[in-house]
Nanobody, 126 residues
């Protein structure tokens, strides 16, 4: 049974950092594209970053480029999202997602992902 569990969210001041984790079970995450999305109240779901099975195959959204970094620990079957220089507009629920079929490429389109975690809340405020 495929399962994704996000953790690491919380309240942080502007300019601070957080690291989100997406723990995968029921499949070997390194063979699949894993993506992070976020959704703020009243806004559409936005792709943040994704990583595929190929080394260095990473896509990062324009709004977080240079601040957020996605990475993978294959031994822990976990994907991380390191978030630095956080801004109030980064406040959202953050979700990780994966596809049903192994992929060597990833994209920041929510519709291509079949499995989603329950989300973790990130709030950036002073």
């Amino acid at each position: 049974q495929v399962q994704l569990v996000e953790s690491g969210g919380g309240l942080v001041q502007p300019g601070g950092s957080l690291r989100l984790s997406c723990a995968a079970s029921g499949f070997t995450a390194e063979h699949y594209a894993i993506a992070w999305f976020r959704q703020a109240p009243g806004k559409e779901r936005e792709g943040v970053a994704c990583i595929s099975s190929l080394p260095d195959s990473i896509v990062t959204g324009d709004s977080v480029k240079g601040r957020f970094t996605i990475s993978r620990d294959n031994a822990k079957n976990t994907v991380y999202l390191q978030m630095n220089s956080l801004k109030p507009e980064d406040t959202a629920a953050y979700y990780c997602a994966t596809e049903r079929i192994p992929s060597t490429r990833c994209m920041l389109r929510a519709g291509v992902y079949d499995y989603w975690g329950q989300g973790t809340q990130v709030s950036v405020s002073s």
